[in-house]
């Protein structure tokens, strides 16, 4: 049973475009986070949420909006989608959400934006 | 502004040679320390970890790291290097006051045949 999945697993599309990417844990765990990883390999988190409720959120733009319907989901979706959007995204989860806490990692969402 | 810097984004070790990969922090409190790897197409994989106790800490495939405080490191090391090994690494750090994980650059290592 894979432990955090996503999906899709590659998007392509045209700038302007809205898209969302989906994200599920089966681990049991309280906290979710979606990072951006780009070209150059850097990673970098977005937003964190814990039991629904958004505890993280870095200077994204607003056409970024996480949803989490439940503690198990977290959402991402993206309005009017940029060139600079292309990237990796990653989601995660850890057991309390704690900054010693463990995260696991997703495999990825693989953006790319005409 | 905390941070986190890995000399080095590239490391090649020939096989069966020791790996050493560097990481330093930037902190005046001992932050909680993380390496994770990252297999070629997929997620990242907590290799080890330094919280509190013991600052040698032991991880998965054969990698370990020592927390130094002196020197504000966290340097990951494997006696012997495997093929397998070849992947991108990543330490990580937390505790600077809220509960995110600030990442270094990740280091690149190339195991040679």
């Known amino acids: 049973d894979t432990a955090v999945s996503q999906t899709p697993k590659y998007l392509v599309t045209q700038m302007g475009n809205d898209k969302s990417i989906k994200c599920e844990q089966n681990?049991?765990?309280?906290?979710m986070y979606w990072y951006k990883q780009d070209s150059k390999k850097f990673l970098k988190i977005m937003f964190s949420?814990?039991?629904?409720?958004?505890?993280i959120n870095e200077t994204v733009p607003n056409r970024f909006s996480p949803k989490s319907p439940d503690k198990a989901h977290l959402n991402l979706h993206i309005n009017s989608l940029e060139l600079g959007d292309s990237a990796v995204y990653f989601c995660?989860?850890?057991?309390?959400?704690?900054?010693?806490?463990?995260?696991?990692f997703g495999p990825g969402t693989r953006l790319t934006v005409l | 502004a905390q941070s986190v810097t890995q000399l080095g984004s590239h490391v090649s070790v020939s096989e069966g040679a020791l790996v050493l990969l560097r990481c330093n922090y930037s902190?005046?409190?001992?932050?909680?320390l993380f390496w994770y790897v990252q297999y070629p197409n997929q997620g990242l994989q907590l290799l080890l970890k330094?919280?509190?106790?013991?600052?040698l800490v032991k991880g998965i495939n054969g990698f370990e790291a020592e927390f130094k405080k002196s020197e504000t490191s966290f340097h990951l090391t494997k006696p012997s290097a495997h093929m397998s090994d070849a992947a991108e690494y990543f330490c990580?750090?937390?505790?600077?006051?809220?509960?995110?994980?600030?990442f270094g650059t990740g280091t690149r290592l190339t195991i040679i045949p």
């Open positions: 995660a989860s850890s057991r309390v959400g704690n900054a010693a806490d463990t995260q696991y």
């Open positions: 681990l049991g765990h309280d906290t």
């Open positions: 949420y814990n039991n629904k409720e958004l505890i």
């Open positions: 902190s005046s409190v001992p932050p909680y």
């Open positions: 330094y919280t509190t106790g013991a600052t």
């Open positions: 990580a750090a937390g505790g600077f006051g809220n509960e995110k994980l600030t």
